[in-house]
Nanobody, 124 residues
Framework: VQLQASGGGLVQAGGSLRLSCAAS????????VAWFRQAPGKEREFVAA????????YYSPSVKGRFTISRRNAENAAYLQMNTLEPEDTAIYYC??????????????????WGQGTQVTVSS
């Protein structure tokens, strides 16, 4: 499956952004979708994941309560609503997909499919 992330931009601290992840296949429902991020000089880190049918979600403690992951399988799309953004959220955000059943998977090697990334910059 091919993924394309979009929706990044520059926002002030306390603001919001909504990221989108568009998938190329109708079989999108067969994949767990996750968002990762990578700040300069840091490793790629897990942000959030959502089950295939959307029945369960899982968040990194650093974003829980501020970010919401969702999906619309009929539209082959997933989203990451980011509220109360902080400068520490500045990173390139990637959407990823896996057919691995065990949920959640929080390590990048578990996801064979990746979007190209979208830059999120939060100014203080």
């Amino acid at each position: 499956v091919q993924l394309q992330a979009s929706g990044g931009g520059l926002v002030q601290a306390g603001g919001s952004l909504r990221l989108s992840c568009a998938a190329s296949q109708r079989s999108f429902i067969n994949y767990v979708v996750a968002w990762f991020r990578q700040a300069p000089g840091k490793e790629r880190e897990f942000v959030a994941a959502i089950r295939r049918g959307g029945s369960a979600t899982y968040y990194s403690p650093s974003v829980k309560g501020r970010f919401t992951i969702s999906r619309r399988n009929a539209e082959n799309a997933a989203y990451l609503q980011m509220n109360t953004l902080e400068p520490e959220d500045t990173a390139i955000y990637y959407c990823a997909a896996t057919s691995v059943v065990n949920f959640p998977q929080t390590q990048p090697p578990a996801y064979p499919y990746w979007g190209q990334g979208t830059q999120v910059t939060v100014s203080s």
